[in-house]
């Protein structure tokens, strides 16, 4: 087993992060720390005295961990990242790696052997639906080239949920859903569909209530070298949302993942295919991404996956639909 800790007790940390690791048979959990004194409270109160809880990093470094997870907002991950690397500590870093390619840039100064101990959290990729998708599409099951839909549609407004709707309002502070969603997205979307990167032919905005930082919908649509066309669409903080799901049409067929359960539908002229994964989404990718970082601490690999790399493309083309954004209503 190794000894991971985790600094973050928001929603993701404490609703997925923590359960993953506590569920997970390579980890032995040996610190928490969150700067919230009512995060801390709940953690204590959930974990017992066997696990430190702290108010920030060095608190879990004073642990001894073998690996830290940070599941930490974009404006803070960077430099946290960083410290913990130069501690000698493997890194599980949330998505976005940083707020833009500007403030990322205090990775530049990681050594090869400081990379290479940090993973990023672009924790869906490691569903087994996306590597069905992609053997779909490498296959040639729907032909080419590709119009593919990506509408990303999954933080309702919930007025009952005050936390929630100041979390994200102070998210819309630092980017508009897409540069925070995008991250995803745009590393599926390089994974899926091969070498070349996706340039931005246009982008809109919409902000729906007038109090919000930002725009809360958004949208692009790019182009592949390859000849394939994405319509990307974000939206985050309306009373109701569309339906969130991914869809890939080609000439020989049609497929569509559900963005709520990663159920697969292949659509062709011999019928359709309905492929489903046991277990819920969240979970299932949280514990995959759990054992894929527990493997490089242990050394069983010797490379992060998804790396640094992919997490700064998939930033810089989020940030680069968000210029040509700010273009368009300037």
Not at 92 to 107: D, F, G, R
Not at 212 to 229: D, E, F, K, Y
Request: net charge negative; charged share 20%; hydrophobic share 50%.
């Amino acid at each position: 087993m190794v000894a991971l800790a985790l600094v973050g007790l928001g929603d993701i940390g404490r609703g997925a992060h923590l359960p993953a690791l506590l569920r997970s048979p390579d980890v032995h959990l040996v610190a928490v720390a969150d700067p919230l004194a009512a995060h801390r409270e709940a953690a204590a109160a959930r974990l017992g005295a066997a696990v430190a809880v702290g108010a920030g990093l060095d608190d879990v470094l004073a642990a001894d961990p073998d690996g830290v997870v940070l599941a930490t907002p974009p404006w803070a991950t960077p430099e946290l990242s960083v410290t913990a690397l130069r501690a000698g500590r493997f890194v599980l870093a949330e998505k976005p790696v940083a707020v833009s390619i500007a403030a990322a840039a205090i990775y530049d100064g990681l050594t090869v052997p400081e990379r290479a101990r940090l993973q990023i959290g672009l924790t869906y990729r490691h569903d087994p639906a996306i590597a069905r998708l992609k053997s779909w599409i490498e296959d040639g099951l729907l032909g080419h080239p590709l119009l593919v839909r990506a509408h990303i549609y999954d933080e309702r407004r919930d007025r009952a949920d005050p936390e929630h709707l100041d979390r994200l309002r102070r998210t819309l502070a630092h980017g508009t859903p897409v540069t925070h969603e995008g991250a995803h997205v745009f590393d599926w979307l390089a994974h899926l569909l091969g070498p070349g990167a996706l340039r931005v032919d246009d982008a809109w905005a919409l902000r729906t209530d007038t109090d919000l930082p930002a725009a809360n919908l958004t949208g692009a649509r790019l182009s592949h070298p390859a000849g394939h066309r994405v319509l990307v669409e974000f939206g985050w903080l309306t009373d109701a949302l569309p339906r969130c799901e991914l869809t890939f049409l080609g000439p020989r067929g049609l497929a569509a993942l559900d963005g709520a359960t990663f159920a697969l539908r292949l659509t062709t002229a011999a019928g359709d295919e309905l492929v489903d994964f046991p277990g819920e989404r969240v979970p299932r990718c949280f514990d995959l991404q759990v054992s894929r970082f527990a493997a490089l601490v242990r050394g069983d690999s010797t490379s992060p996956e998804p790396d640094l790399t992919a997490g700064l493309a998939a930033l810089a083309l989020a940030e680069r639909t968000a210029a040509v954004l700010d273009g368009a209503h300037a």
